[in-house]
């Protein structure tokens, strides 16, 4: 559980919907926070095995 809530803060984070608001950054800086994020979203995603796919 705890997995998947932090799948989820990053999600959040990425979209601008927690930490800085994304309307108050630079189009630079919401574009690398979100591609950081994506990036932290893959890494963290359980692997196909682990679904049980």
């Given at each position: 559980m705890r997995a998947a809530r932090d799948r989820?803060?990053?999600?959040?984070e990425g979209l601008g919907e927690r930490g800085t608001a994304w309307w108050e950054l630079p189009q630079a800086e919401r574009r690398a926070r979100a591609l950081d994020r994506l990036a932290r979203l893959d890494a963290a995603a359980p692997s196909a095995a682990q679904d049980g796919g």
């Amino acid at each position: 559980m705890r997995a998947a809530r932090d799948r989820v803060q990053l999600a959040k984070e990425g979209l601008g919907e927690r930490g800085t608001a994304w309307w108050e950054l630079p189009q630079a800086e919401r574009r690398a926070r979100a591609l950081d994020r994506l990036a932290r979203l893959d890494a963290a995603a359980p692997s196909a095995a682990q679904d049980g796919g």
